[in-house]
């Protein structure tokens, strides 16, 4: 059975993500088109750098082509966000993107994204997933059976190639001031993970830093060995690097592109959260933009403290870019951002960017002239100090089970603080008196249990971390 998580449906390459399977999720995605009446305004399908990320996204495209719907199909692996502003600009009726994001190398994946750019919202994708496990049709005439009558927008339709990167390269150069990184003479350090993002965030780095030092920029279906993730552990190559060469600034994406990783001058990683809200006081201080911020449930609430220091409203939803995206739509937020390392703006795509995000810090170190470790003590003058951290619990669906049911039943207090309020927009999340707070809630992509904390002090973040460890094992 198909099922779509948080980000796409994802799989074991060979074990459920297989051409089949793929031809199948093509097949609903074409039917869902049809029934809404936008399939010949086409589709633009991307891929990564996974094992046969090219060869099933060519399948998907014959499928849907076949099918009615045109395809504009990248020659060569391209980033999450760059598959979603092909969707906008180009006025299509959607994407599909193969990749399986952050996931080890050994999952593929495939998200479909909306016309506005967005990924799926959940109604939309039960409806794929509806259509894929009915049996109806299920891939390209010949291979898997042919399409029912109703079932295609007309005649088979084209597949067209279209590379995406020098109108993408444009618009960076709308969303972040590269003229003020030039002027500042940054020498920065990047690391690509071996993914989609090459070429591309190196190669706007080269036209607006000063010097600029590649890592890992070679294409590996096996990431190195080391992952597609940019977090603290993958990156500490580039934190060395950074260290050692004394640069101003490491940056890194995720294998898809999607997710930012940060490396602060002398090689110390800086956490998602903590960049997210020195980020949001910069662009409110010095580029005075207009509205508020979205964040989602598991964000850290420093970006509540910068708004209301701001005079700004801070938007809360469930975890999933999804939900962001019509904060940026409407206007209402500038800027959107998850702790899993995503962010976007307004006036870009309703979908996360890592490659703007590392852009967006070397504009801000350009411009504030300070580390952004120094922007941050300054941050924690203005609005006070928070400290948050995260642990992943691997567990299977009867011990998750196990664990939502002990959750039903919350205490007056945890971790001997009185508990003021309980969140279950996604997951458990309790809110102290205090203002520090505790989330658990199981991941949407992979078969873990998530655990935020946050609170004033860091000795009060392991004391809750300690606390919810306990409950769950």
């Known amino acids: 059975m198909i099922r779509f998580g948080t980000s796409g449906w994802r799989a074991v390459i060979a074990e459920e993500f297989t051409i089949r399977n793929v031809r199948r999720v093509a097949a609903a995605v074409a039917m869902h088109l049809a029934g809404q009446?936008?399939?010949?305004?086409?589709?633009?399908?991307?891929?990564?750098?996974?094992?046969?990320?090219?060869?099933?996204?060519?399948?998907?495209?014959?499928v849907l082509a076949q099918r009615g719907v045109p395809v504009s199909l990248s020659p060569a692996p391209v980033p999450t966000p760059v598959v979603a502003f092909a969707i906008v600009s180009g006025r299509r009726a959607g994407g599909l993107n193969v990749t399986a994001s952050h996931n080890p190398p050994e999952y593929n994946g495939l998200k479909f994204s909306t016309a506005g750019g967005a990924p799926a919202l959940p109604e939309i994708t039960r409806a794929i997933e509806s259509l894929a496990n009915s049996g109806r049709g299920g891939g390209a005439a010949g291979m898997d059976g042919a399409a029912e009558p109703g079932d295609t927008a007309g005649p088979p339709a084209?597949?067209?190639?279209?590379?995406?990167?020098?109108?993408?390269?444009?618009?960076?150069?709308?969303?972040?001031?590269?003229?003020?990184?030039?002027?500042?003479?940054?020498?920065?350090?990047?690391?690509?993970?071996?993914g989609a993002s090459i070429g591309y965030l190196d190669g706007l780095l080269r036209k607006a830093a000063r010097s600029l030092e590649a890592l890992h920029?070679?294409?590996?279906?096996?990431?190195?060995?080391?992952?597609?993730?940019?977090?603290?552990?993958?990156?500490?190559?580039?934190?060395?690097?950074?260290?050692?060469?004394?640069?101003?600034?490491?940056?890194?994406?995720?294998?898809?592109?999607?997710?930012?990783?940060?490396?602060?001058?002398?090689?110390?990683?800086?956490?998602?959260?903590?960049?997210?809200?020195?980020?949001?006081?910069?662009?409110?201080?010095?580029?005075?933009?207009?509205?508020?911020?979205?964040?989602?449930?598991?964000?850290?609430?420093l970006l509540d403290a910068v708004c209301a220091f701001h005079g700004?409203?801070?938007?809360?939803?469930?975890?999933?870019?999804?939900?962001?995206?019509?904060?940026?739509?409407?206007?209402?937020?500038?800027?959107?951002?998850?702790?899993?390392?995503?962010?976007?703006?307004?006036?870009?795509?309703?979908?996360?960017?890592?490659?703007?995000?590392?852009?967006?810090?070397?504009?801000?170190?350009?411009v504030r002239r300070k580390s952004i470790r120094e922007q941050a003590r300054e941050l924690f003058?203005?609005?006070?100090?928070?400290?948050?951290?995260r642990i992943d619990y691997h567990m299977d669906a009867p011990a998750r089970d196990r664990l939502a049911r002990?959750?039903?039943?919350?205490?007056?207090?945890?971790?001997?603080?009185?508990?003021?309020?309980?969140?279950?927009?996604?997951?458990?999340k309790m809110i102290f008196h205090d203002g520090s707070w505790l989330l658990l809630r199981p991941s949407g992509t992979e078969p873990v249990v998530r655990c935020y904390a946050e609170a004033r002090a860091p000795r009060d973040v392991e004391a809750l971390l300690a606390a919810a460890r306990n409950l769950i094992q």
Not at 177 to 191: E, N, Q, S
Not at 328 to 357: M, W, Y
């Open 37 to 62: 009446g936008t399939a010949r305004r086409g589709v633009f399908i991307g891929f990564d750098t996974r094992f046969m990320s090219d060869r099933f996204a060519r399948e998907a495209a014959a």
């Open 158 to 194: 084209r597949i067209l190639s279209l590379d995406m990167r020098a109108a993408y390269f444009r618009q960076m150069s709308r969303l972040v001031c590269l003229p003020a990184i030039r002027k500042a003479g940054l020498r920065v350090a990047c690391d690509l993970r071996h």
């Open 217 to 301: 920029d070679r294409p590996d279906p096996l990431f190195g060995g080391s992952g597609p993730d940019c977090g603290e552990t993958q990156l500490q190559p580039l934190g060395r690097l950074v260290k050692r060469q004394r640069l101003h600034l490491g940056l890194a994406t995720d294998g898809d592109g999607d997710r930012f990783g940060i490396v602060d001058r002398g090689g110390r990683f800086i956490q998602p959260n903590l960049f997210l809200a020195v980020l949001a006081d910069y662009l409110l201080t010095f580029r005075r933009l207009t509205g508020g911020v979205g964040r989602s449930v598991a964000t850290t609430h």
């Open 312 to 366: 700004r409203k801070l938007y809360e939803t469930p975890v999933g870019f999804k939900f962001l995206g019509d904060h940026l739509k409407s206007g209402r937020a500038f800027l959107v951002c998850e702790e899993s390392a995503g962010l976007s703006l307004r006036g870009h795509v309703p979908e996360k960017d890592g490659i703007l995000a590392g852009l967006l810090a070397a504009e801000m170190v350009a």
């Open 381 to 389: 003058r203005k609005v006070g100090p928070l400290h948050s951290r």
């Open 406 to 428: 002990r959750l039903e039943d919350v205490p007056a207090s945890f971790a001997g603080r009185r508990i003021a309020r309980l969140d279950t927009t996604d997951g458990r």
